[in-house]
T-cell receptor, first 111, second 117 residues
Framework: SQQGEEDPQALSIQEGENATMNCSYK?????LQWYRQNSGRGLVHLIL?????REKHSGRLRVTLDTSKKSSSLLITASRAADTASYFC???????????FGTGTQLKVEL | NAGVMQNPRHLVRRRGQEARLRCSPMKGHSHVYWYRQLPEEGLKFMVYLQKENIIDESGMPKERFSAEFPKEGPSILRIQQVVRGDSAAYFC???????????????FGQGTRLTVV
């Protein structure tokens, strides 16, 4: 089955709430990245976490990585309507030269 | 420093025609990747190129699809004799080195949305 599967597929929350998205993968990796895609647009890189890191912060974003469980989570705190987008995790499949993306989580933040 | 530039943004082709998608990487980036995204799905890797070399084309369909990254000019993804199933968004990404290297992120363009009618 596919590497980098996100959970949930869709998430709807109220502005100000926190949003948590999870990603699982199957083989060893050097790093894991999270991207955001607004409807009909390109991907914007959010954060990269290396395999020897457990947690990383960037503004309202918090990413964790558990290599023993082969999973990562993305937490967006104090969400805003502008955070409405699809969020994808991507892995490098153990050092390969391509990124493998999951199917994404569609986040909707309502006013 | 302009980002990754893709053109056209939208492309409509009739079945059997050829589609040419262009990608200019960020300045100083010598690695280009092409991905395809079907509706409601994630991106699927197609091909990885460096200047004048195809490094990994494991995601490319065996027929009708080709890619190049010449010494001068943009990278081109070419689809011959398009069929309706080719309708998708095609994204290009560039990086200063292989994305297999730790601490390297890929920068994506806005994509070309191909519609085959």
């Amino acid at each position: 089955s596919q590497q980098g599967e996100e959970d949930p597929q869709a998430l709807s929350i109220q502005e100000g709430e926190n949003a948590t998205m999870n990603c699982s993968y199957k083989t060893s990796i050097n790093n894991l990245q999270w991207y955001r895609q607004n409807s009909g647009r390109g991907l914007v890189h959010l954060i990269l976490i290396r395999s020897n890191e457990r947690e990383k912060h960037s503004g309202r974003l918090r990413v964790t990585l558990d290599t023993s469980k082969k999973s990562s989570s993305l937490l967006i705190t104090a969400s805003r309507a502008a955070d409405t987008a699809s969020y994808f995790c991507a892995t490098d499949e153990g050092g390969g030269n391509k990124l493998t993306f999951g199917t994404g989580t569609q986040l909707k933040v309502e006013l | 420093n302009a980002g990754v530039m893709q053109n056209p943004r939208h492309l409509v082709r009739r079945r059997g025609q050829e589609a040419r998608l262009r990608c200019s990487p960020m300045k100083g980036h010598s690695h280009v990747y092409w991905y395809r995204q079907l509706p409601e799905e994630g991106l699927k890797f197609m091909v990885y190129l460096q200047k004048e070399n195809i490094i990994d084309e494991s995601g490319m369909p065996k027929e009708r699809f080709s890619a190049e990254f010449p010494k001068e000019g943009p990278s081109i993804l070419r689809i011959q004799q398009v069929v309706r199933g080719d309708s998708a968004a095609y994204f290009c990404a560039s990086s200063p080195r292989s994305s297999g290297t730790v601490n390297t992120e890929a920068f994506f363009g806005q994509g070309t949305r191909l519609t085959v009618v």
